[in-house]
Every structure is written in C-alpha cells, then in structure tokens.
C-alpha cells in the first residue's frame, strides 16, 4: 500500500518500518525504523521504544534534520553522499551514551578504524579521522585520510559537547 501526504505515524507493538519516497516532515511514535528519502527530510521519533532496541534512523539524501526518541537511537549511514559536506545532516537531539552514529564500515577507504581527534587538522596521511569544531558543532569525517582540509561527511551535532565525544568511545560505530 502507499499512502501519500502522511504526517504522523503511530507503530504497533511488532517490528514497524517507514520509508519515504519524496520529501518531507514526518512524526512518528514507536516505530523501530524510519527511511528518509532523497530530498530533504524533517524526521522526529518520540516515544521510547521498550528494552534495549535502538530506533534506526536514515535521513537518505538531502539536507535533514534528524530527531531520535527519548530511548536510544542509532542514525545510520550507508553512503557518504547522505549527509555530505554539502548536504550535511543536522542530529537536534544526539545523546552521547545512548545514541551512536552507525557508518557502514566499507565507506571507509582509509587505514584505520577512524581516528577521533578532536578539534585538531586532518593529517592527510591515509588514515581515516574524525574531528568536531565545538563552536560550530560540526562533526567531520575524512574517510579516505587523503586530505588535511576536506571530508567526506559532516553533519552537526547540536547540544554535543568536544568534552563529551572525547570522553566517551561508544558514540559512533561501523557497520
């Protein structure tokens, strides 16, 4: 079935997925997983799913604005092209020490298993890092380690402090 123009969907007490195929807002209650499309997304989970299951939440393309719910979420990443330097997502709520950012792990061309360092520069040296500009609350990702200036992938982590990603390691993962 396709349902079109829906704003707000409540899931059932099974394993629940949404996916969107054009551009949207959309709020959701109790859904274990929720696909965006290639455009720009506005996706907002409230609620808290029971035990220790993860609402899995994929902007797609676009420029998104990413909210998971009051449990904990993972905001998963297949391409780099789906939160980009150009078209980076924005993650309003990301909690260290209940959310993780999930990266497929063969995006990363790199050595390594991806640095975290910090504010500093990227080393262009081959190895895959990850910095974060507290002011700006970027959070950038050179996968290919190629470059000092460029990445692959960027999004803003708002409320996140660089106190807070580099006391904590179980914030992002690669899958």
């Not at 220790?52 to 939440?57: C, K, L």
């Not at 924005?90 to 910090?118: K, P, Q, Y």
């Not at 520069?121 to 990702?141: H, M, P, T």
């Not at 470059?147 to 914030?171: P, R």
């Amino acid at each position: 079935m396709v349902l079109k123009a829906v704003e707000s969907v409540v899931g059932s007490s099974g394993s629940d997925s949404v996916v969107l195929m054009a551009a949207g807002n959309m709020l959701s209650v109790n859904v274990e997983t929720v696909t965006g499309s290639s455009g720009a997304d506005t996706i907002t989970l409230t609620g808290t799913l029971t035990g220790t299951t993860a609402a899995v939440i994929r902007g797609g393309g676009g420029t998104d604005k990413l909210t998971g719910g009051s449990g904990p979420n993972r905001f998963r990443y297949t391409a780099a092209a789906e939160s980009s330097p150009t078209a980076k997502d924005t993650l309003t709520n990301f909690t260290i020490g209940r959310d993780v950012i999930e990266i497929l792990a063969s995006l990363r061309s790199g050595s390594g298993d991806g640095t975290f360092i910090g504010s500093a520069a990227f080393s262009g040296k081959g190895a895959c890092q990850i910095r974060f500009n507290d002011s700006s609350k970027l959070l950038e990702i050179d996968l290919d380690g190629k470059s000092t200036k460029k990445a692959e992938m960027a999004m803003t982590l708002t409320g996140v402090k660089l106190a807070d990603l580099q006391a904590n390691n179980g914030w992002l993962s690669w899958s």
